[in-house]
T-cell receptor, first 115, second 119 residues
Framework: AQKITQTQPGMFVQEKEAVTLDCTYD???????LFWYKQPSSGEMIFLIY??????QNATEGRYSLNFQKARKSANLVISASQLGDSAMYFC????????????FGTGTRLQVFP | DAGVIQSPRHEVTEMGQEVTLRCKPI?????LFWYRQTMMRGLELLIY????????DSGMPEDRFSAKMPNASFSTLKIQPSEPRDSAVYFC?????????????????FGPGTRLTVL
């Protein structure tokens, strides 16, 4: 069975600093995808970044990058130059790329950026 | 471009009443998902459709829940009768599912959610 673990219920970071949000996963599938979503206090779920299990390079999207370590089954999100607007819940999710379209979510990490 | 549209955004109802949540996926997307988010259970998939056909409804809690997708641009999630434990945020998401057997991300894009309160 697939499982996503986010061990940090809350994180604090000062504005303009970088922060890493941890995500570990468990799957027996060889072909899978890892996703990060942001949920601000307004409630919507915003897609941030994607990493495929066969991708050789770590994904990057603007200030977001994914530190993918396949052997350790970790897919940590790195936010560089944090901004106050980055304060939100962040969810890691995984999907088996063969077969089901079902996304499995972690419990989330609440990030608070302070001035 | 319009994202996933959900209505209503907020719904307050009394126990025993029927509730209907609505979703319009992103134009051109061929997969639609209904999720529920609660503090206790987090985000969980209820049901999803490919090309308007229900594929996996194993997450639907019980017979009180039903979902339909009569066409590519509309889906409903109905709860009848509603109970206080159904109180949650219900999200609809859509994606463009690539070729069968493909290994693309088929990223799911979420609507703003419907906050349901059952008194």
């Amino acid at each position: 069975a697939q499982k996503i673990t986010q061990t940090q219920p809350g994180m604090f970071v000062q504005e303009k600093e970088a922060v890493t949000l941890d995500c570990t996963y468990d799957t027996s599938d060889q072909s899978y995808g890892l996703f990060w979503y942001k949920q601000p206090s307004s409630g919507e779920m915003i897609f941030l970044i994607y990493q495929g299990s066969y991708d050789e390079q770590n994904a990057t999207e603007g200030r977001y990058s994914l530190n993918f370590q396949k052997a350790r089954k970790s897919a940590n999100l790195v936010i560089s130059a944090s901004q106050l607007g980055d304060s939100a819940m962040y969810f890691c999710a995984m999907r088996n790329l063969r077969g089901t379209d079902k996304l499995i979510f972690g419990t989330g990490t609440r990030l608070q950026v302070f001035p | 471009d319009a994202g996933v549209i959900q209505s209503p955004r907020h719904e307050v109802t009394e126990m025993g009443q029927e509730v209907t949540l609505r979703c319009k996926p992103i134009s051109g997307h061929n997969s639609l998902f209904w999720y529920r988010q609660t503090m206790m259970r987090g985000l969980e998939l209820l049901i999803y459709f490919n090309n308007n056909v229900p594929i996996d409804d194993s997450g639907m809690p019980e017979d009180r829940f039903s979902a339909k997708m009569p066409n590519a641009s509309f889906s409903t999630l109905k709860i009848q009768p509603s109970e206080p434990r159904d109180s949650a945020v219900y999200f609809c998401a859509s994606s463009l599912r690539a070729l069968a057997g493909g290994l693309g991300p088929d990223t799911q894009y979420f609507g703003p959610g419907t906050r349901l309160t059952v008194l």
